[in-house]
DNA sequence: TCTGGGGTCCTAGGACCC
DNA sequence: TCTGGGGTCCTAGGACCC
């Protein structure tokens, strides 16, 4: 049986902002960071002073301040939010090579085995020495939860805020599910859960009631399953220290509705190059460009296409980014809201996701290479000129 | 109240192959 | 001439998470 930990910083993104800020933000109880006041905006994270208001991530910043008008609103602070983040992984990965960051604020660690190493002592006791180390060495203030699974682990955290300890021993998971709602369970949204009340089913308790077969007949084969194993807290319990991004992306909402052509390409064009430069800089190749448009009605399109060769040129990627653009304006030509580009099938150089020897590249009619080694290297040019001289040292890569 | 930006995973249908 | 399943890849959309 496993021994994971799951590590999760309190309220990160407003921590951030008070280490990034100390008389501004740091001073500010009530504080909302995210949006502007007048803008599109919404709150990425609230003080806990400002959520006793009713403010809650995920609401509208504007909305938030009417609720809490005192409330001080402060961008995110990316750069220190990737500091930080990147700061906490070095303390964690002290203790043990396997470390899993799922996502900016949280991270697994795989603690199976390491009692021995640490002459006997159990998990709850090392959590505990890691919060500590943490809070000295970065200033950042983490909750820690544990257990057999990735889902046990998660809820226990929970359970341990704020800024505390609390690991579910072995053969206790399935009491400790019972003590939840069906809504706190990681993978059940506002969807599921209000259609699992709708068949009589809100807590975790009146879903144990009943066996696997009536589930899936009431969730479908594979939802039933799943939710069946959920709520007896079992689940994945591997942590992968090597699992790397899968997609990159770049994405804005403007602060009014676009309806020209020509300004989406431009701003198209540059989002795809934000993308890219991120792709290059990751050191990845990409087999699948997708475009996203939000049009102003909020209803939400994408249009992808794959291609037959990995590439990462911004000429590559902006070319077919522009021909999907066209093929989603073409369906529906409204004023946008939001418009993105995406970056997917990943490879390494020269690694994994490589095409077989023998293999085609389904379905991509051969019209010339898609991208050239002068693309390439007109990429890494503009790469290198742009960090001596900052990103306005080119305007675009369409002029090259 | 009028809805961000970064992601992951799942589903379902169609193409294509065996 | 009609008819199988299974597997994989691709695309579009949506639920969900932080």
Do not use: N
Not at 18 to 42: F, H, M, Q, S, W
Not at 149 to 177: C, D, H, N, Q, Y
């Amino acid at each position: 049986v496993k021994r994971l930990l799951l590590l999760d910083c309190d309220q990160f993104f407003v921590q951030c902002a008070r280490l990034a800020d100390p008389e501004g933000a740091g001073k500010a109880r009530l504080l909302l960071v995210g949006g502007t006041p007048e803008g599109r905006g919404v709150v990425t994270s609230a003080s806990y002073e400002a959520r006793g208001y009713g403010c809650r991530s995920a609401m509208p910043t504007a909305q938030a301040l009417r609720l809490c008008p005192e409330a001080l609103v402060v961008p995110v602070p990316r750069e220190t939010c990737l500091r930080k983040s990147r700061e906490v992984r070095a303390v964690l990965e002290r203790f043990t090579p396997l470390v899993e960051a799922a996502s900016i604020d949280e991270a697994f660690l795989d603690l199976t085995g390491t009692e021995r190493l640490y002459g006997g002592e159990d998990p709850g006791e090392t959590a505990r020495r890691i919060q500590v180390a943490v809070v000295e060495e970065t200033r950042i203030i983490v909750s820690i939860g544990g257990g057999s699974s990735r889902i046990v682990a998660k809820l226990a955290a929970e359970r341990a805020k704020p800024g505390g300890v609390f690991v579910v021993p072995p053969g206790a998971e399935e009491t400790f599910m019972a003590e939840h709602e069906l809504g706190q369970i990681p993978g059940v949204g506002p969807v599921l859960r209000e259609r699992l009340r709708g068949m009589g089913l809100t807590s975790v308790r009146d879903a144990l009631a009943l066996d696997l077969p009536t589930l899936q007949a009431m969730l479908g084969e594979g939802r039933g399953s799943w939710l069946h194993h959920r709520i007896r807290g079992r689940g994945p319990d591997r942590v992968d220290p090597r699992s790397g991004a899968k997609s990159i992306s770049r994405e804005e909402t403007f602060p009014t509705d676009l309806h020209r052509d020509g300004e989406l390409e431009d701003e198209l064009v540059r989002l795809g190059a934000e993308a890219t430069a991120e792709l290059r800089r990751s050191g990845l190749t990409a087999r699948t460009v997708t475009v996203k448009v939000r049009d102003g009605d909020f209803r939400t399109r994408s249009a992808s296409r794959t291609l037959a060769e990995p590439v990462e040129s911004e000429r590559a990627i902006v070319t077919v980014a522009v021909e999907l653009l066209e093929r989603l304006r073409a369906r529906r030509r409204v004023g946008v809201r939001l418009l993105g580009v995406g970056l997917s099938g990943l490879s390494g150089e020269g690694g994994e996701g490589q095409l077989g020897l023998f293999e085609d590249g389904a379905g991509e009619e051969s019209q010339g290479p898609l991208e050239t080694e002068r693309d390439r290297a007109v990429s890494r040019l503009s790469d290198e000129l742009r960090e001596r001289f900052g990103p306005t040292a080119l305007r675009s890569g369409r002029l090259l």
